[in-house]
Structures are given as C-alpha cells and as structure tokens.
C-alpha cells in the first residue's frame, strides 16, 4: 500500500515558472521526504520535513507540511530542463526505520 | 552514487532459476533496503536490514529473501524467479531513520 499519493501524476511547465507538487498521507509521521529520479537513475534525496516543522527551504525548493490535513507540497521556483524529473515524497509513517513512497510526480520543464 | 554500488546492472534470467542481486556500500551505514520499482507503484519495499543478521520483511516479500553478513553487503534472492518479478530494484541505505535514503542506480531484472 502506498502511504503518500503525489497529485498531479504529470505537470508540464515553461523554462522559468514554478512548480509545485503535492503528497497526502494517512498515518501519522514522523517525517516526509521528497526525492527526485531522472529517467533511469536512481533517487536523490532532496528534502526532509520533521513533523513538528511547517517549511523549511533548500534552494529553490520551498516545501509545506500540514499535519492537520496529512499533506505537503514541493514548490520548485525559477524551473530549469534540468528538473525534468520524477519527483516522488516518502513518509515512515511514524512506525519505523523504513519509507513508503507514493508513485511520483513526472515533471517535464520545456524550454 | 557515491558510497553504494549494485550489481550486475542489468540481468535477464530464465523463469525458476535463482537470482542474486548484490548491494555494496563503502559508508559503514546500519540501515538498507531493497525496493523494486514499478510503473504506476512508485517504490515498493522488499526487504531491509537494521544491522548484521537483522532483516525484516517489507511491503511485497514473497518470493525474496534477503542476507546481510556483513555491514556493508546487503544480498537479494530471488528463490526461484518468475515472470511478475521483471522489475528495476533499488538498494538504499541510510544512518539513521530521520536521515535521507542514498539509493544505488539500479538493476534492471528480466525474467524470460
């Protein structure tokens, strides 16, 4: 079963705008995570959120955490070619040393 | 990815035989994964280790089992393997459970 649920499932942008992807979870979690795949690589760890913490920022990468609501969103501001990519969020579902992933976000930045 | 390497990369291998995939790291980590990943699942957890001889069973375990020795070996077998288990498994490993995952690239497993 999947924890986190990326909405859209796709999302095309033009070189320069933001874009901003969302995960909602079931459990209560300690953490979230947000990962990033290009096509035929692995993950990399982009960003991780404590449950007891709201934003937090890297870059440009700005994510939320609503407990209340059991969601958060990525926002990736000033897009680049370079973020095409797959971007999935993780939770440990606040019952362990191990991440279930939701089945990602495909975002396609044209330039 | 620096620190963890998975071998081979790619395998095709014939229904019933026994696969063994490999997961090395050089960062002295406690924890590791297996997860396959799948079209429209996203990653799916196999197996994981927690140290030396300690693994437990993760979301879709039938039909693998896992061995870790060693620190830094984490091993996947696919007992005898069949067709549903065609996938691209990721290893992972992390030093603590508030800490980011570092993946491997990857194998990419046919079963013919």
């Known amino acids: 079963s999947q924890q986190g649920e990326e909405d859209p499932q796709a999302l095309s942008i033009q070189e320069g705008e933001n874009a901003t992807m969302n995960c909602s979870y079931k459990t209560s979690i300690n953490n979230l995570q947000w990962y990033r795949q290009n096509s035929g690589r692995g993950l990399v760890h982009l960003i991780l959120i404590r449950s007891n913490e709201r934003e937090k920022h890297s870059g440009r990468l700005r994510v939320t955490l609503d407990t209340s609501k059991k969601s958060s969103s990525l926002l990736i501001t000033a897009s680049r070619a370079a973020d095409t990519a797959s971007y999935f969020c993780?939770?440990?579902?606040?019952?362990?040393?191990?991440?279930?992933f939701g089945a990602g976000t495909i975002l396609r930045v044209k330039s | 990815d620096a620190g963890i390497t998975q071998s081979p990369r790619h395998k095709v291998t014939e229904t019933g035989t026994p696969v063994t995939l490999r997961c090395h790291q050089t960062e002295n980590h406690r924890y590791m994964y297996w997860y396959r990943q799948d079209p429209g699942h996203g990653l799916r957890l196999i197996h994981y280790?927690?140290?030396?001889?300690?693994?437990d069973k993760g979301e879709v375990s039938d039909g693998y089992s896992v061995s870790r020795s060693k620190t830094e070996d984490f091993l996947l077998t696919l007992e005898s393997a069949t067709s549903s288990q065609t996938s691209v498994y990721f290893c992972?490993?992390?030093?603590?459970?508030?800490?980011?995952?570092?993946f491997g690239s990857g194998t990419r497993l046919t079963v013919v």
């Open positions: 993780a939770t440990d579902a606040a019952y362990g040393n191990k991440l279930v």
């Open positions: 992972a490993i992390a030093s603590g459970i508030d800490y980011g995952y570092t």
């Open positions: 280790s927690y140290g030396v001889k300690d693994t």
